[in-house]
């Protein structure tokens, strides 16, 4: 205790007053002796009456307490056993010391002192009880019941003594039976769309069209019933179903076999039946349930179709998607789009085309698709181009030195400089923004267009304007191929432009054998007819020695893994890597056997992988896995911060949990 409270302790007692009359007494003896003895007398009785009240005081206080602390000490212990909540002390280390009789009924067969906790509650989390130091908080199961388990610790954990643990464990049985009956209960909005509904009538024979109708309406309507679904049909494909949260975990257990029958359905029609779901679930109330289920179902459907796509407010969850797209026999969105693009480019004050890092043939062949109708209504245009393959390096040669084409191309830090608010930008052959040359740009503008045949993956350009979105044409020249032949009135392709967009309708169906369709045939057939030379074209694909013996050393280098997947690792470092690994990733599919190949490489952003399949086994659901996205028959991916031999672990645990979620 410090002076000055000693001092208040003496001011506010007996003792100060004593002390006042002493100190007087003796100030008194010197004027008149009596009166001052008289005084200090006074002082010494009162002295050793108040020391005599605080002793007999302290001592009755003291008595007091004592007294107290026995009652209160217990009351303790009679409180806590037999108190309501089972209450358990455990020594740091887990062995029972001591519990009350409540705790007891919880286990009566059991003898509980000394022993461990974790032996009776499995999984209780002993290292986190020891390792707190503001208390524990968790939830146990104990047979059928539920707890949740608050603790302390007292004592110190360098102490001789082992510190002692108090549970104490409050039943919430009737919460979670509540929370879970809640959960179950709770309606999830599922989307139900039937793929190429009009393509698929057509190609079933008259008199089947309606057996064929009745059985898709059947299945649809069998998997809601059997599910305790309320299904509504609001247009002649497309249904829409509520579902209770409990079924969710089957259909995912069952792998969503309405996909299976859907696609089972034989009444002469040539095309497959199947369907597209999208599913929206755990949103803050019904409407936002209805915007996941919206996004899911474009999601699926911007995926091939034949799938069913989960979303939530985190990710999106992808089911099926096994099956291979089929071509629309209608041009009728090619000739919308032509319109409504048109329109956006005529009324923009300037236009600047985007892609993808590394740029291929095809999305340079697109670039001048989207320039020759810029042209045509006199819009200024720019492509923004930095990297890109030598095929593309190759028909720049021949772009060099025409007039027409001196300042299209434009860097980063031009392109920074000359999107304005009312610049149009046209994004070509992806439509995923990390992709992308520059994609800060996309946030300088609120006019953006997405032209992309790559399946759709969870990362897409937001606040667009116009998107088509067509997974399965064959490549973006296609698409904007058939875009043009509704475009072009009087104008028409040069002779290069035309090249350039068969070129890269040529590269990405590896000469007319990958996803071509009639309507591959009918774009190519027009920009033949606009002077492309097939000669000139086969050129641009030539290699040289070098490139020809590397690509042969990777396809030697190839394994073989589950008897019809090649898998080749290059550890080459070349500047035309992406291009050997590519064309080896092909070639490989001519190996008698082999269905899917994969091939590895290192670049500056670290490891590129190019996946290729013949359409039985998924090279994009496969490379979805590592981050990749693309086509079911051509996909790539890129993993940053791992070697290639860790990359190929990646890759072969991916093709492991491929097969596992295939195989029914």
């Known amino acids: 205790m410090d002076n000055n409270t000693k001092s208040q302790k003496f001011y506010y007692t007996g003792a100060y007053y004593v002390f006042i009359i002493f100190v007087m007494g003796l100030i008194s003896l010197y004027f008149n002796f009596w009166v001052g003895v008289i005084e200090v007398g006074v002082a010494v009785v009162l002295f050793i009456v108040d020391f005599a009240f605080k002793y007999f005081y302290k001592k009755r206080m003291t008595a007091m307490f004592e007294q107290m602390t026995l009652n209160l000490g217990t009351a303790t212990r009679n409180s806590l056993t ?30 509980l002192f000394n022993r461990d906790i974790t032996f009776l509650i499995p999984g209780f989390p002993l290292e986190e009880t020891e390792n707190t130091e503001v208390g524990l908080l968790t939830d146990v199961m104990i047979g059928n019941r539920s707890f949740k388990v608050a603790g302390s610790i007292s004592g110190k954990k360098d102490d001789k003594q082992k510190p002692i643990i108090v549970l104490y464990f409050n039943e919430i049985t009737d919460f979670v039976e509540l929370k879970e009956k809640y959960r179950n209960e709770k309606t999830f909005e599922c989307l139900l769309s039937v793929d190429n509904y009009d393509e698929l009538m057509e190609s079933t024979p008259n008199t089947s069209v309606p057996q064929l109708q009745a059985l898709l309406y059947q299945y649809i309507n069998n998997w809601s019933s059997e599910n305790g679904g309320v299904l509504t ?160 390096r190759n028909m720049l040669l021949r772009f060099e030195n025409v007039e027409e084409y001196s300042g299209l191309f434009i860097n980063n830090q031009q392109a920074t400089s000359i999107v304005k608010a009312n610049t149009l930008l046209v994004v070509v052959d992806t439509h995923r923004p990390s992709l992308l040359e520059n994609p800060a740009l996309l946030e300088k503008t609120q006019q953006v267009v997405v032209i992309d045949h790559h399946r759709r993956g969870a990362e897409f350009v937001e606040h667009t304007s116009l998107i088509y979105h067509e997974p399965y044409c064959s490549s973006a020249c296609e698409m904007l191929t058939e875009v043009l032949q509704y475009s072009l009135d009087k104008m028409s392709l040069t002779k290069l432009e035309a090249e350039c967009l068969y070129a890269g309708i040529l590269m990405d169906t590896k000469n007319f054998t990958f996803k071509t369709g009639v309507r591959t045939f009918e774009a190519a057939s027009y920009l033949r007819k606009q002077g492309v030379d097939t000669i000139i074209i086969k050129t641009l694909f030539q290699q040289d020695l070098s490139s020809y013996i590397r690509k042969a050393n990777i396809i030697k280098n190839a394994e073989i893994i589950r008897e019809q997947i090649a898998i080749s690792v290059c550890d080459e470092d070349e500047n035309d890597i992406h291009l050997s690994a590519a064309q080896a990733a092909d070639d490989l599919l001519n190996i008698k056997g082999i269905t899917a190949s994969f091939v590895l490489y290192s670049n500056e952003e670290g490891v590129t992988i190019s996946g290729r399949s013949l359409g039985g086994i998924n090279v994009q659901i496969i490379l979805e896995k590592l981050g990749g996205g693309g086509h079911l028959t051509i996909a790539g991916a890129q993993i940053s911060d791992a070697t290639l031999e860790e990359s190929k672990e990646m890759l072969l645990s991916a093709i492991d949990d491929y097969y596992l979620e295939t195989t029914n």
């Open 82 to 111: 037999g108190f309501a909540l089972p209450t358990l002390v455990i020594q740091s280390g887990g062995k029972i010391r001591w519990f009350n009789d409540t705790f007891q009924a919880l286990f009566p067969e059991e003898q």
């Open 233 to 392: 049909k609001y247009e002649k494909d497309k249904y829409s179903i509520l579902f209770e949260y409990r079924y969710l975990e089957g259909f995912i257990k069952n792998k969503f076999d309405i996909l299976n029958k859907i696609r089972s359905i034989n009444e002469g029609n040539t095309l497959p039946a199947s369907v597209s779901i999208g599913i929206g679930l755990n949103g803050k109330d019904i409407e936002e349930n209805d915007a996941f289920a919206k996004a899911a179902i474009n999601m699926a459907l911007g995926r091939g179709g034949d799938q069913v796509v989960i979303k939530d407010a985190d990710q999106f969850r992808f089911y099926g998607g096994t099956s291979k797209e089929h071509e629309k026999s209608t041009r009728v969105k090619a000739r919308v789009v032509s319109i409504a693009l048109g329109g956006l480019v005529q009324n923009a004050e300037n236009v600047v085309i985007l892609m993808h890092k590394n740029a291929d043939i095809d999305a340079l062949g697109a670039s001048f698709g989207i320039y020759r109708i810029c042209k045509m209504h006199e819009t200024p245009v720019n492509i923004l181009m930095e990297s890109y393959d030598q095929t593309v």
